[in-house]
């Protein structure tokens, strides 16, 4: 078993995804949360709007505090060049973000592939950005099949990562049946999440030794809401929460993270 000794910030992501729909809307809306995220002491808020809305955002970021950071949702793998339509790690840090989503499973949904997840988290992890890498699975069988896909995910995606850079990854639990726009989708129980994030612990610390493995944040995603968050960071012993739909509802994001922060 592998304990943690020091108590580390809750980590609570929201991921708007392609919402809203215009600038002032997206301004509104990260206000309410920078408000309530400001006030934090032991919880960390990190925004991931969509790229367009990255630099508006940014100037209303205060600088020299970390309770509420950027993040985007997806980068290229190379740094620079003739990609039509990416986005690459100088840009999005041109723009003060500090966190990347890579291999959500709505971008594999739309053509990212192990091989391409794995130059996405490599760049990101190289480049300086925590990474949050984003696993699961469709559907569960009987046999446990699942826990071989979750294991392949992470060893195609992380296979060949350097330790100084292992430092800086987050690995996102998000069994595709969660997540909220799954056609009925129904959210994982903490006892789901505590299983495999034991389960993703054991296959970081065969990789990369078990000291990395244990400070390495495992959150959880898919359906939370502020109904339920408290179970996944309580009994879920989740070190954070990766938020899709509630998260773009300013009262209940803000209850998510008071609630992460009072834990
Ligand atoms: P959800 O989305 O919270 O709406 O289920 C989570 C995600 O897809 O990251």
Known sequence: MMYRMTAV???????????????????????????????????????CPPAVFLSELARELPKKQEKILLGAQDVFWEMEGAFTGEISPFQLSSVGVKYVIVG????????????????????????????????????RDLEGEYFHFIESQLKSALT?????????????????WAISTTQSSRPATPADFLEMSLFIRK??????GSALAKNTPVLYGGSVNDANAEMFLREGEADGLLVGGASLDAKKFGEILRMADSL
């Open 9 to 47: 910030a809750k980590l609570v992501i929201a991921n708007w995804k392609m919402h809203p729909r215009s600038v002032p809307e997206a301004v509104v809306l990260f206000e309410k949360i920078k408000n309530v995220a400001l006030g934090l002491k032991g919880a960390k808020a990190v925004v």
């Open 104 to 139: 959500h499973s709505e971008r594999r949904a739309l053509g990212d592939n192990e091989r391409t997840v794995a130059q996405k988290i490599a760049i990101t992890l190289k480049s300086g950005f925590s990474g949050i890498l984003c696993v699961g699975e469709k559907e």
């Open 160 to 176: 060949g990562i350097e330790k100084k850079d292992v430092k800086r990854l987050i690995v996102a639990y998000e069994p595709i």
């Open 203 to 208: 296959v970081l610390a065969d990789m990369f």
